[in-house]
């Protein structure tokens, strides 16, 4: 079955540093991966998604991924944070199981120091 | 129109109630999702509708009704709920899965 890790469950960091969340899948199959962020009590927002070509993904706000089979890997970066970056991230994959759905890592909640 | 709308934005229910949760989407999305989320959690899968059938249901009590009218609306309607079902209901969209789920704010429910 499909299954997403993500093991920081809480990263601080300061306005102005780098940003890198990890991602791990379980997959047996090319995936289709997802990063979404949530800011307090709103739904989620697409960043990026990979699910083909270059491994190297560009998304909105400034966000990037690199997908590596090799370590079933999906990391998000920003090389530069910003206050209102900080939300929830979730990493999630897209699974077949009697129709399409999409499984969630169990997130990673961002803090940025000023 | 890329937006999914979901309807109240916040509800307060009592156990004896019934009421609705509605979502709307116009993007031509075939498939269409209720979540459940708890605070601090990651959403869980609750129903899938794929061409305005239910594909998936995830073992989700029967307090709780899908129903999907058309191609455009989802609704969720909940009857005799339990104070353990607050949390933040959200409706999502996609089209296939390289285009991910488009989802909507949410509703934040409450029962009393």
């Known amino acids: 079955a499909q299954s997403v890790t993500q093991p920081d469950i809480h990263i601080t960091v300061s306005e102005g540093a780098s940003l890198e969340l990890r991602c791990n899948y379980s997959?047996?199959?090319?995936?289709?991966l997802f990063w979404y962020v949530q800011s307090p009590g709103q739904g989620l927002q697409l960043l990026l998604k990979y699910f083909s070509g270059d491994t190297l993904v560009q998304g909105i706000k400034g966000f990037e991924a690199e997908f590596k089979r090799s370590q079933s890997s999906f990391n998000l970066r920003k090389p530069s944070v910003h206050w209102s970056d900080a939300a929830e991230y979730f990493c999630a994959v897209g699974a077949w199981n009697y129709g399409q759905n999409f499984v969630f890592g169990p997130g990673t909640r961002l803090s940025v120091l000023p | 129109d890329t937006e999914v709308t979901q309807t109240p934005k916040h509800l307060v229910m009592g156990m004896t109630n019934k009421k609705s949760l509605k979502c709307e989407q116009h993007?031509?999305?075939?498939?269409m999702y209720w979540y459940k989320q708890k605070a601090k959690k990651p959403p869980e899968l609750m129903f899938v509708y794929s061409y305005e059938k239910l594909s998936i249901n995830e073992s989700v009590p029967s307090r709780f009704s899908p129903e999907c009218p058309n191609s455009s609306l989802l609704n969720l309607h909940l009857h005799a709920l339990q104070p353990e079902d607050s949390a933040l209901y959200l409706c999502?969209?996609?089209?296939?899965?390289?285009?991910?789920?488009?989802f909507g704010s949410g509703t934040r429910l409450t029962v009393v």
């Open positions: 993007m031509g999305h075939r498939a």
């Open positions: 997959y047996g199959a090319t995936p289709y």
């Open positions: 999502a969209s996609s089209q296939d899965m390289s285009s991910g789920y488009t």
